[in-house]
């Protein structure tokens, strides 16, 4: 099993919809997850921490199952300017960053 | 700075060559790590920096590459006798803290013809 695994789409959503794409990671003593944009032929770029009891920072939900040891990432009232790949980033006990290979999504006019 | 910076932005060299790639991290961030990127494709783990404690260099590919950290600020990766499989974007990142997001440069995109 790979340490961190995501569906590498496309995701092809029309402008306005919600859209949601999973992470899994092998490791359960990762300490900590974070979401990554990357826009074609640039650096990934912060999107937001997942935190266990979950977050919102306007359209975008995160959640984490520790149990079920996946992450979530929910796009809601989606704008053509969401289209991007987005990263799943897991940071294990021993302080190294393990990034999965991306979604990508497409946001159709 | 306010961000990470690399050089040079582009880099087309010819094949056997030795390139040296720069990084420069935040001011203050103990964590470094160089990732490489060819086109549509994942990210790909090179080396880790962390303070003072010795690098992890698991991710390197091959005996040509290496990296260093001089005084825990600048970072240089060195490939010794580049291959054309060695094209990509070369990514370098830095983090204050366990916990923190990194950031990243814009990369280096390295052309071996």
């Known amino acids: 099993r790979k340490e961190v695994e995501q569906d590498p789409g496309p ?40 935190y266990s009891s979950g977050n919102e920072d306007g359209r975008f939900t995160a959640q984490l199952n520790r149990a079920s040891q996946y992450i979530s990432l929910l796009i809601r009232d989606s704008k053509l300017s969401d289209s991007a790949t ?3 980033v897991v940071n294990n006990r021993d302080d190294k960053i393990i990034f999965g290979k991306g979604t990508r999504l497409h946001i159709l006019p | 700075g306010a961000g990470v910076s690399q050089s040079p932005s582009n880099k087309v060299t010819e094949k056997g060559k030795d390139v040296e790639l720069r990084c420069d991290p935040i001011s203050g961030h103990t964590a470094l790590y160089w990732y490489r990127q060819s086109l549509g494709q994942g990210l790909e783990f090179l080396i880790y920096f962390q303070g003072n404690s010795a690098p992890d260099k698991s991710g390197l590919p091959s005996d040509r590459f290496s990296a260093e950290r001089t005084g825990g600020s600048v970072s240089t990766l060195t490939i010794q006798r580049t291959q054309q499989e060695d094209s990509a974007v070369y990514l370098c990142a830095s983090s204050l803290a366990l916990r923190g997001g990194w950031v990243f440069g814009p990369g280096t995109r390295l052309t071996v013809l």
């Open chain 1, 11 to 50: 995701f092809n959503v029309p402008e306005g919809a919600t859209v949601a794409f999973n992470c899994t990671y092998s490791n359960s003593a990762s300490q900590s997850f974070f979401w990554y944009r990357q826009d074609c032929r640039k650096e990934p770029k912060l999107l937001m921490s997942v």
């Open chain 1, 86 to 88: 987005y990263l799943c």
